[in-house]
Protein backbone atom coordinates (compact mmCIF):
# COMPACT_ATOMS: atom_id res chain seq x y z
CA UNK A 1 0.00 0.00 0.00
CA UNK A 2 1.37 3.38 -1.12
CA UNK A 3 0.54 5.67 1.64
CA UNK A 4 1.52 8.67 -0.83
CA UNK A 5 -1.81 8.34 -2.25
CA UNK A 6 -3.53 9.49 0.82
CA UNK A 7 -1.82 12.71 0.71
CA UNK A 8 -4.31 15.71 -0.14
CA UNK A 9 -3.11 16.74 -3.08
CA UNK A 10 -3.04 13.23 -4.87
CA UNK A 11 -6.78 12.71 -3.28
CA UNK A 12 -7.34 16.19 -4.92
CA UNK A 13 -6.60 14.80 -8.01
CA UNK A 14 -8.20 11.28 -8.10
CA UNK A 15 -11.28 13.43 -7.01
CA UNK A 16 -11.44 16.07 -10.39
CA UNK A 17 -10.43 12.98 -12.85
CA UNK A 18 -13.30 10.59 -11.81
CA UNK A 19 -13.93 11.13 -15.80
CA UNK A 20 -11.16 11.64 -17.67
CA UNK A 21 -10.61 9.15 -19.98
CA UNK A 22 -8.42 6.48 -18.29
CA UNK A 23 -6.26 5.51 -21.79
CA UNK A 24 -5.50 9.22 -22.00
CA UNK A 25 -4.30 9.95 -18.72
CA UNK A 26 -2.04 6.64 -18.58
CA UNK A 27 0.16 8.12 -21.59
CA UNK A 28 0.70 11.33 -19.25
CA UNK A 29 3.24 11.55 -17.21
CA UNK A 30 1.96 11.49 -13.04
CA UNK A 31 2.22 15.31 -11.61
CA UNK A 32 3.55 13.46 -8.17
CA UNK A 33 6.91 11.94 -7.44
CA UNK A 34 5.74 9.13 -5.10
CA UNK A 35 2.60 7.72 -6.67
CA UNK A 36 2.93 6.60 -10.56
CA UNK A 37 0.29 7.10 -12.75
CA UNK A 38 -0.46 3.52 -12.81
CA UNK A 39 -1.33 3.88 -9.44
CA UNK A 40 -3.60 6.98 -9.78
CA UNK A 41 -5.37 5.58 -12.62
CA UNK A 42 -6.49 2.86 -10.47
CA UNK A 43 -7.54 4.66 -7.81
CA UNK A 44 -9.67 6.75 -10.09
CA UNK A 45 -11.35 3.60 -12.00
CA UNK A 46 -12.23 1.98 -8.64
CA UNK A 47 -13.25 5.49 -6.78
CA UNK A 48 -15.62 5.60 -9.90
CA UNK A 49 -16.91 2.05 -10.04
CA UNK A 50 -18.02 2.90 -5.94
CA UNK A 51 -19.82 5.48 -6.95
CA UNK A 52 -22.94 3.92 -6.84
CA UNK A 53 -21.97 0.76 -5.47
CA UNK A 54 -20.77 1.63 -2.12
CA UNK A 55 -21.75 5.34 -1.46
CA UNK A 56 -20.42 5.65 2.23
CA UNK A 57 -16.92 4.92 0.51
CA UNK A 58 -17.29 7.12 -2.13
CA UNK A 59 -18.39 10.08 0.23
CA UNK A 60 -15.74 9.52 2.98
CA UNK A 61 -12.00 11.56 2.91
CA UNK A 62 -8.97 9.65 2.69
CA UNK A 63 -10.18 6.25 1.59
CA UNK A 64 -7.64 3.67 -0.31
CA UNK A 65 -9.26 1.89 -2.98
CA UNK A 66 -8.79 -2.14 -3.60
CA UNK A 67 -8.36 -2.40 -7.36
CA UNK A 68 -11.44 -2.27 -9.99
CA UNK A 69 -12.04 -6.30 -9.92
CA UNK A 70 -11.97 -6.60 -6.02
CA UNK A 71 -14.54 -3.78 -6.06
CA UNK A 72 -16.49 -5.42 -8.52
CA UNK A 73 -16.75 -8.58 -6.64
CA UNK A 74 -16.90 -7.02 -3.29
CA UNK A 75 -20.75 -7.19 -1.42
CA UNK A 76 -22.55 -3.61 -2.58
CA UNK A 77 -23.74 -1.64 1.05
CA UNK A 78 -27.15 -2.38 -0.04
CA UNK A 79 -26.82 -6.03 0.20
CA UNK A 80 -24.42 -5.78 2.95
CA UNK A 81 -26.85 -4.22 5.07
CA UNK A 82 -29.53 -6.93 4.21
CA UNK A 83 -27.09 -9.40 5.74
CA UNK A 84 -26.19 -7.07 8.68
CA UNK A 85 -29.39 -7.51 9.66
CA UNK A 86 -29.58 -11.29 10.10
CA UNK A 87 -27.01 -11.16 12.54
CA UNK A 88 -26.37 -9.85 16.00
CA UNK A 89 -24.72 -9.80 19.76
CA UNK A 90 -21.24 -9.12 20.99
CA UNK A 91 -18.62 -10.89 18.61
CA UNK A 92 -18.73 -11.77 14.85
CA UNK A 93 -15.48 -13.27 12.84
CA UNK A 94 -15.77 -12.03 9.33
CA UNK A 95 -13.27 -15.01 8.05
CA UNK A 96 -13.16 -14.11 4.34
CA UNK A 97 -13.52 -10.26 5.05
CA UNK A 98 -11.39 -8.62 1.59
CA UNK A 99 -12.12 -5.02 1.41
CA UNK A 100 -14.05 -4.90 4.67
CA UNK A 101 -17.60 -3.69 3.22
CA UNK A 102 -19.85 -6.82 4.93
CA UNK A 103 -17.72 -6.21 8.30
CA UNK A 104 -18.65 -2.43 8.12
CA UNK A 105 -22.32 -3.07 7.96
CA UNK A 106 -21.89 -5.94 10.54
CA UNK A 107 -20.04 -3.46 12.76
CA UNK A 108 -23.68 -1.74 13.06
CA UNK A 109 -25.34 -4.76 14.16
CA UNK A 110 -22.46 -6.65 16.40
CA UNK A 111 -20.43 -5.13 19.31
CA UNK A 112 -17.32 -6.59 17.93
CA UNK A 113 -16.47 -7.75 14.35
CA UNK A 114 -13.38 -9.63 13.52
CA UNK A 115 -11.87 -8.90 10.10
CA UNK A 116 -9.65 -11.60 8.95
CA UNK A 117 -8.29 -11.44 5.51
CA UNK A 118 -4.96 -13.88 4.32
CA UNK A 119 -3.97 -10.99 1.28
CA UNK A 120 -2.21 -8.62 3.31
CA UNK A 121 -2.67 -5.80 0.61
CA UNK A 122 -6.45 -6.28 1.36
CA UNK A 123 -6.07 -6.08 5.02
CA UNK A 124 -3.92 -3.46 5.72
CA UNK A 125 -6.14 -1.47 3.31
CA UNK A 126 -9.61 -2.11 5.28
CA UNK A 127 -7.44 -1.01 8.39
CA UNK A 128 -6.57 2.16 6.97
CA UNK A 129 -9.75 3.15 5.75
CA UNK A 130 -11.90 1.98 9.02
CA UNK A 131 -9.30 4.67 10.87
CA UNK A 132 -10.33 6.90 8.48
CA UNK A 133 -14.20 6.08 8.12
CA UNK A 134 -13.90 6.39 12.30
CA UNK A 135 -15.09 2.91 12.90
CA UNK A 136 -13.28 1.68 16.08
CA UNK A 137 -15.23 -1.84 16.82
CA UNK A 138 -13.32 -3.75 13.78
CA UNK A 139 -10.41 -5.54 14.91
CA UNK A 140 -8.06 -6.62 11.53
CA UNK A 141 -5.93 -9.59 11.49
CA UNK A 142 -3.81 -10.51 8.93
CA UNK A 143 -4.85 -14.33 8.73
CA UNK A 144 -6.19 -17.47 6.58
CA UNK A 145 -10.00 -17.81 8.04
CA UNK A 146 -9.72 -21.06 8.34
CA UNK A 147 -6.21 -21.34 10.20
CA UNK A 148 -7.42 -18.14 12.21
CA UNK A 149 -10.61 -20.45 13.54
CA UNK A 150 -8.29 -23.71 14.35
CA UNK A 151 -5.78 -21.24 16.22
CA UNK A 152 -8.22 -19.43 18.27
CA UNK A 153 -9.31 -20.52 21.68
CA UNK A 154 -12.53 -18.17 21.41
CA UNK A 155 -16.04 -19.03 20.55
CA UNK A 156 -18.53 -15.88 19.05
CA UNK A 157 -21.86 -15.56 18.31
CA UNK A 158 -21.44 -15.69 14.61
CA UNK A 159 -18.73 -16.50 11.65
CA UNK A 160 -19.56 -15.73 8.30
CA UNK A 161 -17.69 -16.73 5.35
CA UNK A 162 -18.36 -15.57 1.70
CA UNK A 163 -16.18 -18.20 -0.36
CA UNK A 164 -14.78 -17.44 -3.35
CA UNK A 165 -16.63 -18.41 -6.22
CA UNK A 166 -14.72 -18.69 -8.99
CA UNK A 167 -11.25 -21.47 -9.69
CA UNK A 168 -8.15 -20.36 -10.99
CA UNK A 169 -8.88 -20.04 -14.73
CA UNK A 170 -11.30 -17.24 -13.26
CA UNK A 171 -14.53 -19.78 -14.49
CA UNK A 172 -17.91 -19.15 -12.63
CA UNK A 173 -18.26 -22.49 -10.01
CA UNK A 174 -21.83 -24.04 -9.82
CA UNK A 175 -20.70 -26.17 -6.26
CA UNK A 176 -19.96 -25.62 -2.84
CA UNK A 177 -17.07 -28.22 -2.91
CA UNK A 178 -15.61 -26.35 -5.93
CA UNK A 179 -15.51 -22.91 -3.44
CA UNK A 180 -12.47 -21.49 -1.67
CA UNK A 181 -12.67 -22.15 1.08
CA UNK A 182 -14.34 -25.67 0.68
CA UNK A 183 -17.46 -24.98 3.58
CA UNK A 184 -18.59 -29.15 3.79
CA UNK A 185 -15.15 -29.56 4.90
CA UNK A 186 -14.98 -27.11 7.53
CA UNK A 187 -18.43 -27.18 9.30
CA UNK A 188 -17.40 -29.05 12.12
CA UNK A 189 -14.46 -26.32 12.67
CA UNK A 190 -16.96 -23.59 12.16
CA UNK A 191 -19.79 -25.26 14.84
CA UNK A 192 -16.61 -25.42 17.14
CA UNK A 193 -16.21 -21.90 17.36
CA UNK A 194 -19.88 -20.71 17.14
CA UNK A 195 -22.98 -21.64 16.70
CA UNK A 196 -24.39 -19.28 14.17
CA UNK A 197 -22.56 -19.27 10.85
CA UNK A 198 -23.77 -17.38 7.71
CA UNK A 199 -22.54 -17.92 4.05
CA UNK A 200 -22.80 -16.01 1.28
CA UNK A 201 -23.05 -18.08 -1.86
CA UNK A 202 -23.50 -16.94 -5.84
CA UNK A 203 -26.81 -17.29 -7.06
CA UNK A 204 -26.39 -20.11 -9.41
CA UNK A 205 -26.18 -22.88 -6.61
CA UNK A 206 -28.88 -24.90 -6.87
CA UNK A 207 -30.81 -24.54 -3.13
CA UNK A 208 -31.65 -28.52 -2.97
CA UNK A 209 -28.15 -28.95 -3.11
CA UNK A 210 -26.92 -26.38 -1.28
CA UNK A 211 -29.44 -27.76 1.85
CA UNK A 212 -27.56 -31.20 1.52
CA UNK A 213 -24.51 -30.34 1.34
CA UNK A 214 -24.84 -27.99 4.39
CA UNK A 215 -25.97 -28.60 7.67
CA UNK A 216 -28.70 -27.32 10.06
CA UNK A 217 -29.69 -24.65 7.65
CA UNK A 218 -32.18 -22.52 9.43
CA UNK A 219 -32.90 -19.54 6.86
CA UNK A 220 -32.27 -19.25 3.08
CA UNK A 221 -32.15 -15.69 1.91
CA UNK A 222 -32.11 -15.14 -1.82
CA UNK A 223 -31.01 -11.61 -2.57
CA UNK A 224 -31.71 -9.26 -5.86
CA UNK A 225 -30.86 -6.19 -6.20
CA UNK A 226 -33.34 -4.33 -9.28
CA UNK A 227 -34.38 -7.65 -10.32
CA UNK A 228 -31.06 -9.43 -10.51
CA UNK A 229 -30.44 -11.67 -8.11
CA UNK A 230 -26.40 -11.12 -6.24
CA UNK A 231 -26.30 -13.30 -3.76
CA UNK A 232 -27.83 -16.39 -2.07
CA UNK A 233 -27.60 -16.34 1.85
CA UNK A 234 -27.60 -19.53 4.37
CA UNK A 235 -28.02 -19.36 7.86
CA UNK A 236 -26.97 -22.23 9.88
CA UNK A 237 -27.65 -22.86 13.89
CA UNK A 238 -26.30 -25.50 15.51
CA UNK A 239 -28.77 -27.91 16.68
CA UNK A 240 -31.51 -26.93 14.01
CA UNK A 241 -33.45 -29.94 12.38
CA UNK A 242 -36.41 -28.08 11.31
CA UNK A 243 -37.76 -27.29 7.55
CA UNK A 244 -35.73 -24.19 6.66
CA UNK A 245 -37.21 -20.64 6.02
CA UNK A 246 -36.64 -19.71 2.19
CA UNK A 247 -36.96 -15.79 1.90
CA UNK A 248 -37.23 -13.80 -1.72
CA UNK A 249 -36.16 -10.33 -1.42
CA UNK A 250 -35.70 -7.64 -4.20
CA UNK A 251 -34.18 -4.44 -2.89
CA UNK A 252 -34.85 -1.47 -5.65
CA UNK A 253 -33.96 1.52 -3.67
CA UNK A 254 -35.32 2.74 -0.23
CA UNK A 255 -38.44 -0.51 -0.95
CA UNK A 256 -37.93 -4.18 -0.85
CA UNK A 257 -40.32 -7.03 -2.06
CA UNK A 258 -39.88 -10.13 0.41
CA UNK A 259 -41.88 -13.52 -0.08
CA UNK A 260 -41.13 -15.92 2.60
CA UNK A 261 -42.30 -19.69 2.72
CA UNK A 262 -41.67 -23.18 3.85
CA UNK A 263 -40.52 -25.55 0.84
CA UNK A 264 -43.20 -28.25 2.20
CA UNK A 265 -46.08 -25.24 1.77
CA UNK A 266 -45.16 -25.12 -1.92
CA UNK A 267 -45.16 -28.68 -2.32
CA UNK A 268 -48.48 -29.17 -0.84
CA UNK A 269 -49.89 -25.66 -2.69
CA UNK A 270 -52.44 -26.49 -5.25
CA UNK A 271 -52.37 -24.32 -8.47
CA UNK A 272 -55.03 -22.23 -9.76
CA UNK A 273 -54.63 -22.07 -14.14
CA UNK A 274 -56.93 -19.65 -16.04
CA UNK A 275 -57.08 -17.66 -19.36
CA UNK A 276 -55.46 -14.51 -18.85
CA UNK A 277 -57.73 -11.73 -17.04
CA UNK A 278 -57.33 -8.30 -16.50
CA UNK A 279 -53.64 -8.09 -15.20
CA UNK A 280 -50.46 -9.92 -16.06
CA UNK A 281 -47.60 -10.67 -13.57
CA UNK A 282 -44.02 -11.59 -13.66
CA UNK A 283 -42.31 -12.49 -10.60
CA UNK A 284 -38.92 -11.12 -9.55
CA UNK A 285 -36.04 -12.80 -10.42
CA UNK A 286 -35.14 -14.01 -6.24
CA UNK A 287 -39.00 -14.66 -6.55
CA UNK A 288 -38.17 -16.92 -9.26
CA UNK A 289 -35.16 -18.66 -8.20
CA UNK A 290 -36.91 -19.70 -4.88
CA UNK A 291 -38.80 -21.95 -6.75
CA UNK A 292 -42.47 -21.15 -5.26
CA UNK A 293 -44.30 -21.43 -8.26
CA UNK A 294 -47.16 -23.08 -6.80
CA UNK A 295 -47.45 -21.25 -4.04
CA UNK A 296 -47.37 -17.88 -5.48
CA UNK A 297 -51.30 -18.47 -6.84
CA UNK A 298 -52.52 -19.46 -3.02
CA UNK A 299 -50.31 -16.42 -1.39
CA UNK A 300 -51.34 -13.48 -3.68
CA UNK A 301 -54.66 -15.02 -5.10
CA UNK A 302 -53.67 -15.12 -8.75
CA UNK A 303 -53.96 -17.80 -11.19
CA UNK A 304 -51.00 -19.45 -13.63
CA UNK A 305 -51.39 -19.10 -17.50
CA UNK A 306 -49.67 -22.54 -17.35
CA UNK A 307 -48.22 -25.45 -15.62
CA UNK A 308 -44.78 -24.80 -16.92
CA UNK A 309 -45.13 -20.91 -17.60
CA UNK A 310 -44.29 -18.95 -14.78
CA UNK A 311 -46.47 -16.01 -15.61
CA UNK A 312 -49.54 -15.32 -13.38
CA UNK A 313 -53.20 -13.31 -13.58
CA UNK A 314 -55.60 -11.52 -11.78
CA UNK A 315 -59.20 -9.99 -12.12
CA UNK A 316 -58.62 -7.62 -9.62
CA UNK A 317 -54.76 -5.88 -9.36
CA UNK A 318 -53.12 -7.19 -6.30
CA UNK A 319 -49.36 -6.28 -4.63
CA UNK A 320 -47.73 -8.28 -6.45
CA UNK A 321 -43.66 -9.00 -5.78
CA UNK A 322 -42.49 -8.23 -9.23
CA UNK A 323 -43.78 -6.23 -12.67
CA UNK A 324 -47.31 -5.74 -13.38
CA UNK A 325 -49.01 -5.17 -16.19
CA UNK A 326 -52.54 -4.47 -17.76
CA UNK A 327 -53.80 -6.79 -20.74
CA UNK A 328 -54.95 -4.96 -23.99
CA UNK A 329 -55.33 -8.26 -26.18
CA UNK A 330 -54.38 -12.02 -26.42
CA UNK A 331 -54.14 -13.08 -30.02
CA UNK A 332 -52.74 -16.14 -31.28
CA UNK A 333 -48.74 -16.17 -32.26
CA UNK A 334 -49.19 -15.31 -35.93
CA UNK A 335 -47.69 -12.52 -38.38
CA UNK A 336 -51.48 -11.75 -39.75
CA UNK A 337 -52.60 -10.94 -35.71
CA UNK A 338 -49.62 -9.23 -34.30
CA UNK A 339 -49.80 -7.07 -37.78
CA UNK A 340 -53.03 -5.71 -36.88
CA UNK A 341 -51.58 -3.99 -33.46
CA UNK A 342 -49.40 -2.10 -35.65
CA UNK A 343 -46.22 -2.31 -33.88
CA UNK A 344 -42.98 -1.00 -34.81
CA UNK A 345 -40.84 -2.03 -31.72
CA UNK A 346 -41.94 -3.53 -28.49
CA UNK A 347 -40.09 -5.53 -25.46
CA UNK A 348 -40.67 -8.80 -25.71
CA UNK A 349 -40.39 -11.51 -22.92
CA UNK A 350 -41.29 -15.08 -23.62
CA UNK A 351 -41.98 -17.98 -20.65
CA UNK A 352 -42.28 -21.78 -21.72
CA UNK A 353 -42.13 -20.92 -25.82
CA UNK A 354 -40.33 -22.65 -28.18
CA UNK A 355 -39.08 -19.73 -30.42
CA UNK A 356 -36.40 -17.03 -28.66
CA UNK A 357 -36.59 -13.27 -28.12
CA UNK A 358 -34.38 -13.23 -31.84
CA UNK A 359 -36.80 -15.29 -33.73
CA UNK A 360 -39.58 -13.71 -32.85
CA UNK A 361 -37.52 -10.03 -34.00
CA UNK A 362 -36.53 -11.74 -37.00
CA UNK A 363 -39.86 -12.95 -37.71
CA UNK A 364 -42.26 -10.44 -36.98
CA UNK A 365 -39.33 -7.21 -37.59
CA UNK A 366 -40.09 -5.64 -34.09
CA UNK A 367 -37.48 -3.40 -33.15
CA UNK A 368 -36.95 -3.20 -29.15
CA UNK A 369 -38.21 -0.88 -26.50
CA UNK A 370 -41.25 1.49 -26.41
CA UNK A 371 -44.40 1.34 -24.27
CA UNK A 372 -45.78 -1.93 -25.69
CA UNK A 373 -44.69 -5.40 -24.13
CA UNK A 374 -45.67 -8.27 -25.91
CA UNK A 375 -45.62 -11.40 -23.93
CA UNK A 376 -45.15 -14.87 -25.65
CA UNK A 377 -46.29 -18.09 -23.91
CA UNK A 378 -48.24 -21.04 -23.91
CA UNK A 379 -52.23 -20.98 -22.50
CA UNK A 380 -53.65 -23.80 -20.27
CA UNK A 381 -55.05 -25.55 -23.69
CA UNK A 382 -51.13 -25.56 -24.73
CA UNK A 383 -51.58 -22.98 -27.28
CA UNK A 384 -49.15 -20.80 -28.11
CA UNK A 385 -50.52 -16.94 -27.69
CA UNK A 386 -49.12 -13.40 -27.47
CA UNK A 387 -50.05 -11.01 -24.87
CA UNK A 388 -50.20 -7.33 -25.43
CA UNK A 389 -50.06 -5.30 -22.27
CA UNK A 390 -48.84 -2.34 -20.64
CA UNK A 391 -46.70 -1.74 -17.51
CA UNK A 392 -48.09 -0.52 -14.37
CA UNK A 393 -45.80 1.67 -11.58
Known sequence: MNDAILHTDVQ???????????PTLLFQKSPFDEVTIKELTEQIEAKLKSKKKLPTW????????????????????QTAAYKANIVNGDSLVDSTAGFGVDAHAFSKNVKQVYHVEKN?????????????????????????????LKETASKFDWIYVDPSRRTDAKEKVYFLSDCEPDITLSLDLFFSKSDNILIKTGPLLDLSRGTTQLRHVKQIH???????????????????????????????????AVFEFLLSEEKSAVPIVSEPQKYLYEPNAALLKSGAFKLICTRLD?????????????????????????????MNYTKKEIKQLGLKKANITTRNFPDSVATIRKKLKL???GTDYLFFTKNLENKLIIIHCFRLP
Do not use: C
Open 120 to 148: QLLSTIARSNFKSMGVSNVTIIHADGIDF
Open 58 to 77: FSSENIYYANKLNISQTSSE
Open 302 to 330: VSKLHTHSHLYTSMEQQDFPGRVFEIKKV
Open 367 to 369: KDG
Open 12 to 22: EFISENLHTDI
Open 222 to 256: IVAVDNDVKEVLWVLEQGFKEEPTITAVNLRNDKK
